[in-house]
Every structure is written in C-alpha cells, then in structure tokens.
C-alpha cells in the first residue's frame, strides 16, 4: 500500500476551503492554486537529496547542504497548470514536461494527447502536479508514463481526491507516495469529486 499523506496544515485548509467556495473567481482560484502547490511541495519534498556545501558570509565560512537531485514536474494539462508555477518557484533544480490528457466524458478514460518526453530519463525524481484526482485513470496513466521513461522516484501531488481515485492508484502504483490536501466524499455518476470544487480546469480559465 503506497504511503497517502493528507495535509493538516492549518494554511492549507483554510486555502482548500476558499478554493472550493463557488464564490471565489477565476483570479483568486489560480492564486490560491499556487499557494496551495507550494504548502504540498513542502510537505512532499522532505526526502530530497542534499550533499555538504561550504559557503563564505562575511563572516567566516558556513558548512551548509546543497540539494543536488533535479527534479522533474510533471504538470498534467489542463489542470495541473495552475499548480506548477508555485512549486517551480520552491526548488532550485527543475525540469517541466508537460503531459496532455483529457478524460473521455463518456468512458471516463484517460485520453493522451500530448508528451514530448525524451527518450531516457534526465531527472532522479518526478512531482506530478494535478488538482483533481477522481477516477484516478489519469494519475495511474501519467504513473505508467513515466514508469516506462524510466524515472528511479515519482511522487503525485493533488489537491482534492476521491476515495476511489485513491483507492486505484495505490493500488496500480504502491510505490507512488499520493500527497494530497483532502480526500472527499465520493464520486459522483458523471465522475465528479462530491463536494469536490467542481472542473478545475475550468475555474482557473474561466472556460
Ligand atoms: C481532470 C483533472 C484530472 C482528471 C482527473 O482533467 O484535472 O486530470 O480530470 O480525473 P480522473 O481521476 O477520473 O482521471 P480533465 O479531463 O477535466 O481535463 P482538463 O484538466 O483539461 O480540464
């Protein structure tokens, strides 16, 4: 069983709460999107790697840590878009690599439409970054992809999740940490997180 890490951070709760609220606009969404990734990343990235790294204050010479493993984002479009500035923002090393789905609204199945990844892996670790996981097809899918490209650690950071979404993705992939700032209700019969915030894609572009 992969490791689920709900979020107890007060300032994460509070965020998630606005964020859901019908009332809050398209600006105010993709801002508190952004300062939500960054409290998850936080949490999900105490594991990195750090070599000793010696630096000179004007005082003397301080024995520090450099964080030495380039970490791939892996932002799932649309949604995951409104998650990746924040955290780029937090790690030093990083690489982007954009992966496109869109859900059947029929199937409910994943749909790939766009990857650009390269043939070999040139990243230790990936973050994917999406909001909504709710069947969980997406998440197990883009796991799959990047399990193919040959990435040693991968990490699924959300915001809201579904229990059956949680429950098929650590499923598909225990060794895939979830990290996660709540798990709802259920799914509803057109595949909605209940209450969920509805389609974050579209909150945070106003389509
Ligand atoms: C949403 C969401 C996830 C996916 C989750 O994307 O951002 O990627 O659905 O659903 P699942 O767990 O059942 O696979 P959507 O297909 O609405 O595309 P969008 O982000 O482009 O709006």
Redesign the pocket.
């Known amino acids: 069983m992969a490791a689920v890490f709900v979020s107890s951070h007060p300032l994460v709760q509070h965020k998630l709460t606005v964020l859901r609220d019908v009332a809050t606009d398209h600006r105010s969404f993709r801002e508190l999107m952004r300062e939500l990734a960054m409290l998850l990343c936080y949490e999900a990235t105490l594991d990195v790697k750090l070599e000793p790294y010696s630096v000179q204050t004007p005082m003397g010479t301080a024995k520090g840590m450099k964080a030495v493993e380039t970490i791939g984002l892996v932002p799932?479009?649309?949604?995951?878009l409104g998650m990746l500035e924040g955290v780029m923002q937090l790690l030093p090393n990083v690489q982007v690599w954009h992966i496109g789905?869109?859900?059947d609204e029929h199937t409910?199945r994943?749909v790939e439409y766009y990857n650009k990844l390269p043939t070999e892996p040139t990243v230790q670790m990936c973050l994917i970054l999406?909001?909504?996981?709710?069947?969980?097809?997406?998440?197990v899918?883009t796991v799959d992809i990047l399990k193919r490209w040959g990435v040693p650690r991968i990490k699924y950071l959300g915001l809201i999740a579904?229990p059956e979404?949680v429950e098929r993705l650590t499923t598909a992939h225990p060794d895939v940490p979830v990290h996660i700032a709540a798990i709802d209700d259920h799914l509803n019969e057109v595949?909605f997180i209940v209450p969920g915030l509805g389609?974050?894609?579209?909150r945070q572009f106003g389509t």
């Not at 999406?130 to 998440?139: E, I, N, V």
């Open positions: 799932v479009l649309r949604a995951g789905l869109y859900r409910l994943p999406d909001p909504m996981l709710a069947t969980g097809g997406s998440a899918a579904a979404g595949g389609d974050a894609g579209d």
